[in-house]
């Protein structure tokens, strides 16, 4: 095993209530390695079939991202974890600067901020036929304003020891079908670097993480059949492959990397 040397750093993870998803799955994993962890979540309301919940697909990521952390912190509680979890929504600047009040309140630090929360149509209006500005702005207020409030307050608040994780897409520079999604991304992603260039008089690294076709519950098995075929490793990302780039990168082993955006998708959208 690796020793990341996170034990009692304290990382600020985005968008943690699904509990097959990248932000839960990383909290886990920092946990995993002795550090404290707060969780941030939203409540994302649709409509969903309640008897299709059992098996991956629309219907089970829609209650997920529906629900609260209930089971994510039940796992953390099992593994005897230090940890916080909030219910806040990260587009407000007020409740940004509340997030870190708290968090700071609760262990006095922030070292490591991963901006995984996210926003997207998902009833294919995100076309440049269909697109409609509430979609723009939903999508922009989460992926982009969200995720610069949270790095602005944690700079505000840097202890002596920072590292800043975007979450962004590998096809994010060529999304077509979701072309505000991807825009977004594609935004978070020069965000990155220019901001590492800004704090890098800090010590802070600032670098993004670019997933593939990850099963956060939502890839049912009609379309695995479609994405695997695409992805040349063969078979499909799994939110662990995601948490454990994301340690690396929180490490002191990782001290000269930032600026960077990094695939993880088994080849896909290179």
């Not at 089970?60 to 509680?77: C, F, K, T, W």
């Not at 965000?191 to 260039?197: D, E, G």
Request: proline content about 3%; overall charge negative; hydrophobic content about 40%.
């Amino acid at each position: 095993m690796v020793n990341y040397g996170l034990k009692d750093r304290v990382a600020l993870i985005t968008g943690a209530n699904n509990p097959q998803g990248i932000g839960a799955t990383t909290a886990l994993a920092f946990a995993r390695e002795g550090a404290k962890v707060a969780l941030v979540y939203k409540r994302v309301p649709r409509p969903f079939d309640k008897n299709k919940t059992d098996t991956n697909g629309a219907d089970r990521y829609y209650q997920a991202n529906a629900g609260n952390a209930d089971i994510v912190e039940s796992r953390l509680r099992e593994m005897k974890a230090d940890y916080l979890i909030i219910e806040s929504d990260i587009t407000d600047e007020a409740a940004v600067k509340d997030i870190f009040s708290t968090v700071l309140k609760r262990y006095g630090k922030v070292n490591i901020l991963v901006n995984n929360a996210a926003e997207g149509d998902l009833d294919g209006n995100d076309t440049i036929e269909k697109i409609t500005p509430k979609v723009i702005d939903d999508t922009f207020a989460v992926n982009v304003r969200g995720s610069i409030l949270m790095t602005r307050e944690l700079i505000n608040h840097r202890s002596d020891y920072g590292r800043i994780i975007n979450i962004s897409t590998d096809a994010s520079q060529i999304f077509a079908g979701q072309i505000t999604y991807g825009a977004s991304k594609a935004t978070l992603e020069a965000l990155t670097r220019s901001i590492a260039l800004e704090v890098a008089k800090y010590g802070i690294t600032v670098n993004c993480v670019a997933p593939g076709p990850t099963q956060t519950g939502w890839i049912d098995a009609e379309l695995e059949k479609t994405v695997i075929p695409i992805i040349p490793m063969g078979e499909l990302i799994q939110p662990e492959d995601i948490a454990e780039t994301i340690l690396f990168l929180s490490s002191s082993q990782a001290r000269m990397l930032t600026g960077q955006v990094i695939k993880v998708s088994g080849g896909h959208a290179l």
